[in-house]
């Protein structure tokens, strides 16, 4: 196998507070290839923007520290950089050419400010050697490539003169604008009504393609995940429980947090008289608060006070690409969630 | 864009007339007589009657305003009662001493002001900001006289750098152009000359400086932490910009708006409000030129050099609004 575009390992990011240290993300490994999708599932609180963050190089410091583990990437030099302690200039270099990021809110992760125009030129010219005629046109080329109408009108736009599909759009479009092979998007369609959420999806997947980028995909909605994840990893209280291909997620999920999510999206045709859906009772955990044993077991319904609340379970292989951090994974298995 | 100027200057408008009602009733309520003050203790009543029939002041008062409304109307804002020029030339004469003293004192408080607040607004908590932050404390709580005076005892006097007050020394005189010493002495081209305006302007701008300079400061700090923290500074930054940049670009640019109203109000507060510094430093500017025409009941001077003012303040004012437009699109009106 070809080295994977981006390897992290073991990756912790702590935070200081006032209630001491706590740790965001305890110890989480995931790789990513080229042209390959990842998605990053898990509820608020769970750790997956914090990890997002931690491999652009933006964690918010103090308080926040990558505390320990590495973050490989392999760049188009043919390098590999340690994200997790590269020096700030490496991380500019990076950046936006290599690893670009969309956030989730495009009226405020835009500057009101400035046209849209400028803000993607700016990205294109800080990278490449253009002249602005020529960073104008690839940005141009850029809003006509994310199906923005009468790109050359809206480049003079502000952010809050465009509707949030096409602010969404044009912060894409600037993401893309230096075609990075990584892609982080953290939940980028979660402030969009669905059927622009759709279109912005299948333009995601469809540029992923033609660029054949790595993308992380950030969600806590497991049915966004199902449209275009290759594998899909599940986070839960800054640790990774369950990660497998998609297939396998959505059609064998082991740990019963993975269930309790996928049995908890409406769905088409579903029977109403069936009751209410079903819900995951109580919430992610403060991190300050983190229950003994396994995190998730005073939601788990197939909590047991030996082993679950003893001791924090292991990640566990159950085939050679699905591993999942449950002790009763085995006894569970085909029992409902 | 062609509306919204028609009715900012109808505002204006209105604030003048505003201003003019205030000014003339406020001067006639006040207790003092003019005519008495005119010829004198000793003057006979006959005498008294006919110079208060001759400057009308025997009529009612609201014929009176409507008089005076008419002859402002024509720019005619009566005859100072004590120098005998026309009110508004005596507040013209006086006004360029105060424009360019307001204005070399925003320049210096924008040019440190704006800085200082950079520097503790990105690094907030640390031994700079506390210590910057502390000096801007002192900025704003300090009286201005008693810092005007201290300048004045330390660099006039103890190390006799600089000179204790005036326009400019005795004997070398500027050519008259636009009233401001040191624009006048660029234009006159003579190098002796602009140095002595510059030595005369600058402890009077150093100390008229303090109070814009210190709130600028504060401003711009607190809007600095505020943008900071923003999600478009985080977009930035995954562009892979330049921290230095991303501070210029994307966090000072978009706190401006908020410093340009502190910019705008103060400038608005320099120009009227120079009395101390002008007093302290013996600047012939617009603050004495009122103050004395207060006191000696020169209602003339005092209801133009008052509409003057407010006229001033209106149109600084809306040269502010229409900067907002500028500095923030979403302000912007088509």
């Known amino acids: 196998m070809t080295q994977p575009l981006l390897e992290v390992r073991d990756l912790r990011v702590d935070f200081r507070g006032e209630m001491g240290t706590v740790s965001a993300v305890s110890g989480i490994s995931f790789t990513v290839q080229k042209g390959e999708t990842l998605v990053i599932v898990g509820e608020s609180g769970s750790g997956k923007s914090v990890t997002s963050l931690a491999v652009m190089g933006l964690i918010p410091q103090p308080p926040g520290r990558i505390a320990g583990g590495e973050i490989l990437f392999h760049a188009r030099d043919g390098q590999t950089h340690d994200l997790a302690k590269a020096d700030a200039r490496t991380m500019q270099h990076l950046r936006g050419a290599e690893i670009a990021m969309i956030f989730q809110e495009p009226m405020t992760a835009l500057n009101p400010v400035y046209t849209i125009g400028a803000q993607i030129v700016e990205t294109i010219r800080l990278h490449e050697p253009l002249s602005r005629r020529a960073a104008r046109l690839r940005a141009i080329d850029m809003l006509a490539l994310l199906g923005v109408p009468e790109p050359q009108r809206r480049f003079d736009a502000y952010p809050h003169e465009l509707s949030g599909g096409l602010r969404q759009r044009a912060m894409i479009a600037m993401a893309l604008a230096c075609s990075p092979s990584l892609l982080i998007a953290d939940e980028p369609t979660t402030a969009l009504d669905v059927t622009v959420q759709a279109q912005i999806l299948d333009m995601i997947a469809r540029l992923q393609k033609e660029l054949s980028m790595g993308v992380i995909f950030i969600t806590h909605n497991l049915g966004v995940a199902a449209e275009i994840a290759d594998r899909v990893l599940v986070m839960y209280a800054g640790q990774t429980v369950e990660a497998a291909p998609a297939a396998d997620i959505f059609q064998d999920p082991r740990m019963p947090y993975t269930r309790g999510l996928l049995k908890s999206i409406p769905r088409l045709g579903m029977d109403r008289d069936a009751g209410p859906l079903p819900t995951i009772p109580g919430t992610v955990p403060n991190l300050g608060e983190m229950p003994r044993g396994c995190a998730f077991h005073p939601r788990c319904t197939h909590a047991l006070p030996d082993p679950c609340m003893a001791r924090r379970p292991d990640l566990e292989p159950v085939t050679e690409r699905h591993v999942v951090r449950c002790a009763r994974w085995r006894d569970i298995a085909g029992q409902p969630a | ?334």
């Open chain 2, 1 to 334: 864009m062609t509306r919204y100027l028609a009715s900012r200057v109808g505002q204006l408008v209105l604030v003048l007339i505003g201003v003019s009602v205030i000014v003339f009733f406020t001067m006639h309520v006040l207790p003092g007589d003019v005519a008495t003050l005119l010829l004198g203790e000793r003057a006979t009543a006959a005498q008294l009657t006919q110079l208060r029939h001759q400057l009308g002041l025997d009529q009612s008062l609201p014929v009176q305003y409507a008089d005076f409304f008419w002859q402002v109307l024509q720019g005619n804002f009566g005859t100072s009662l004590r120098s005998n020029h026309a009110a508004l030339a005596d507040v013209l004469t006086a006004f360029p001493v105060t424009l360019q003293l307001a204005l070399a004192a925003l320049a210096l408080a924008i040019a440190v002001g704006v800085p200082i607040g950079i520097v503790a607004g990105t690094r907030p908590g640390s031994v700079w900001d506390n210590l910057l932050m502390t000096a801007t404390l002192f900025g704003v709580s300090m009286p201005i006289f008693w810092l005007g005076l201290m300048l004045l005892l330390l660099f006039g006097d103890l190390l006799d750098w600089l000179p204790i007050g005036g326009l400019m020394p005795t004997g070398l005189d500027v050519p008259r152009v636009t009233g401001m010493t040191v624009i006048d002495s660029i234009i006159s081209g003579r190098p002796l000359l602009i140095w002595a305006s510059l030595r005369y302007l600058a402890l009077p701008a150093v100390t008229l400086a303090t109070i814009p300079l210190a709130m600028i400061a504060r401003i711009t700090r607190s809007e600095m932490l505020a943008m900071a923290s923003l999600d478009h500074v985080r977009t930035a930054r995954a562009k892979g910009m330049p921290e230095g940049r991303v501070i210029i670009r994307h966090v000072l640019r978009n706190a401006m708006t908020p410093v340009i109203t502190v910019i705008g109000l103060q400038l608005g507060l320099l120009l009227s409000g120079a009395v101390l510094t002008e007093t302290i430093f013996s600047l012939p500017g617009l603050g004495r030129l009122m103050v004395d025409s207060i006191l000696s009941r020169d209602y003339p001077v005092v209801q133009a050099g008052a509409l003057f003012i407010a006229f001033v303040f209106v149109l600084v004012n809306l040269i502010v609004d229409l900067t907002y437009g500028l500095l923030d699109p979403r302000i912007r009106r088509s």
